[in-house]
């Protein structure tokens, strides 16, 4: 028997995907890839599958860098049904309660509860969710109707705007740190306002340093394969661009190979302690390091293509 998969290649590069909905972000993360015939690929931070906008898409031994940039802060445009609660607090749930004032919320009242939740807050994340129990993803078990304790975790909300409130609609523009869950903080927002309510479109604009123009649709990515990989390849961002406000270190030949093969060398006078990008004299990003208290500059992550 001949094998039938396609031949694979070694892409080395970041791709910010504007995903669509209705994709998790493992199939959206597949589809990439298999545009790319690249070897390997990984995501920085998943989207739910009602949820669009970036999903940035690491490709080759890029992936080492994934880790970092789910680190980063991020800009969502939410918008809420209120007056109705779900069992996954977005709009692919069941109804679980439901809210039909007389007189709904004002707009000043729904304005001050939103004005509660900027600045380092409490979530307590929701059953549907990655994290894990005992090795268990919770939205597993809260398929299966178990539901378990979630300890509260601390985000913070840079910025919560009202762009726009007309009962039962809330569209709010969010700026957040790393680990917010939206939907918590819609459920939270409406029960301030005096009500309830779930998320009913959700599109993450920005993730650190990238803006929403940076991102790049299927459509654009199927007509950029249809000419060929250069297409493809050209709506790459180089990986390093992740880690734009990171230091650079320069390594000549002899210490770029001690590097590359695991020891420390010498950090360039006037360097940081902490993580660095770490470039060869070709100019070409061989690792990331970390420069010691001792000034030393030690791998943490080798990228040998």
């Not at 790459?236 to 770029?256: H, I, K, N, V």
């Amino acid at each position: 028997m001949t094998d039938a998969r396609p031949p694979t290649r070694d892409v080395f590069g970041l791709l910010l995907l504007d995903k669509p909905s209705g994709l998790s972000s493992n199939r959206a993360l597949q589809r990439a890839k298999r545009l790319y015939g690249a070897a390997k690929a990984g995501h920085a931070g998943s989207l739910d599958p009602l949820a669009t906008g970036m999903l940035p898409i690491f490709f080759g031994a890029a992936t080492r860098l994934a880790a970092f940039m789910l680190a980063e802060n991020k800009t969502y445009r939410v918008t809420a049904t209120l007056g109705v609660a779900t069992t996954t607090g977005d709009a692919e749930g069941e109804p679980t309660e439901t809210h039909s004032p007389e007189t709904p919320p004002a707009a000043a009242v729904v304005a001050a509860a939103v004005g509660r939740f900027v600045g380092e807050i409490e979530q307590v994340p929701p059953m549907y969710s990655a994290l894990k129990k005992d090795g268990v993803p919770l939205y597993r078990l809260a398929r299966s109707g178990i539901e378990v304790e979630r300890s509260p975790r601390r985000v913070r909300i840079d910025a919560l705007t009202v762009e726009r409130y007309a009962w039962p609609e809330l569209t709010m523009l969010v700026h957040c740190s790393k680990g917010t869950y939206v939907r918590t903080l819609v459920e939270d927002v409406a029960r301030a306002a005096g009500t309830v309510g779930h998320v009913a479109a959700l599109r993450r604009l920005t993730v650190s340093p990238f803006e929403e123009q940076a991102m790049h649709p299927f459509t654009e990515l199927e007509a950029a394969a249809a000419e060929g990989s250069a297409a493809l390849d050209g709506l790459l961002l180089p990986a390093e661009a992740a880690l734009e406000s990171w230091p650079a270190a320069r390594l000549g030949a002899a210490d770029a190979s001690r590097l590359a093969h695991g020891q420390s060398v010498a950090a360039e006078p006037g360097l940081p302690c902490g993580h660095v990008k770490v470039y060869g004299d070709s100019g070409q990003l061989i690792a990331i390091g970390v420069v010691t208290e001792e000034r030393r500059l030690t791998p943490s992550r080798v990228f040998l293509r």
